[in-house]
């Protein structure tokens, strides 16, 4: 069986496990390294960037005046300690499973596979960026998980609304179509509540539109932006489930580039090291599914050997 076909099931189940499960009384945590939304009602694992948010939303909040903490550095290493922990369980789950987390288990991603079949059932060319431009923009998933950092701080030190607190959230596009999937619509409308909601609910529109029309003229689109990949990264010399090749038995072929859906060209370029790695990877490892060398490009578990690309496998015989 061919690891498209494999993934496409993992992907599918995933999807089902992590939307619905919450009905089913299944809780995954709140430590979940893709966009797993929370706003989904039946959402059974919450995307850490909500826990993250939130956490760093609450930090400095004890030395506020109208906190009232009778010792308010105690309450802060209290607050610390939880992150802390939080962050530790984050930084296992990644480490494991590395970046199959945005090609195998994120809800969202499966999301854009389907704009992008269903992009191509309508017979419409896939836009192709430029190189540099590329590099331009897939360099704003770091700002924007610096701004997820940024502003729930300034939120908990009183400096912001609390809308700020969850200050990605209230822009990301999941929030919008994810709960679709749950018959929930309300945030496809503006909230009037306060300005700040009102300023959010717009930007949340905007950027829905604007994603929703990437995603269908570009594979996996939103993922060029997507803070969680640019905090995935900060792993990438820890992953354990990870891409290897061998230089030497390269043919130089570029099916692994012409394969890729992010458009990377890390894996082809590559003629001196083993440990290969782009920042834009998704980890759907169709690169060494296509590759036509035996033995250049090997998934690999820590020491172990899962894949091997080979000729016959690429030529699906």
Partial sequence: MKITSIRLAVQHLAFLVFTYGGSLRISLGAFIPCLSCPFVY????????????????????????????????????????????????FSLLV??????????????????????????????????????????????????????????????????????????????????????????????????????????SLALLAATAAATVGMFFKDRFFCLFCPMLAFVNLYRRLFALRIAKDPAACHGCGNCRRTCSMDNETIYRERIRSRVYDPDCMGCFKCAEGCAADGSLLVKLGPWRLFSSSRRYAAGK
């Fill in 95 to 200: 480490i494991i499973l590395g970046k199959a987390w945005c090609g195998w288990l994120c809800p969202f991603g499966l999301v854009q596979d389907w704009i992008t079949r269903l992009r191509k059932a309508l017979r419409i060319r896939e836009s192709e960026f430029i190189l540099r431009h590329k590099l331009r923009l897939s360099s704003v998933k770091y700002w924007l998980l610096g701004y997820a950092a940024l502003m729930p701080l300034l939120a908990s030190a009183g400096l912001l609304p609390p809308d700020f607190i969850l200050a990605f959230c209230n822009i990301c596009p999941a929030k919008a179509i994810m709960p679709l999937f749950g018959g929930d619509a309300q945030y496809l409308s503006a909230d009037m509540s306060t300005a700040a909601a009102f300023g959010f």
């Fill in 42 to 89: 039946s959402c059974t694992g919450y995307c850490y960037l909500l826990m993250f948010q939130r956490s760093l939303g609450t930090l400095l909040l004890p030395f506020a005046a109208a906190y009232g903490a009778a010792d308010p550095w105690e309450t802060f290493w209290r607050n610390l300690a939880m992150i802390g922990g939080g962050f530790l369980v």
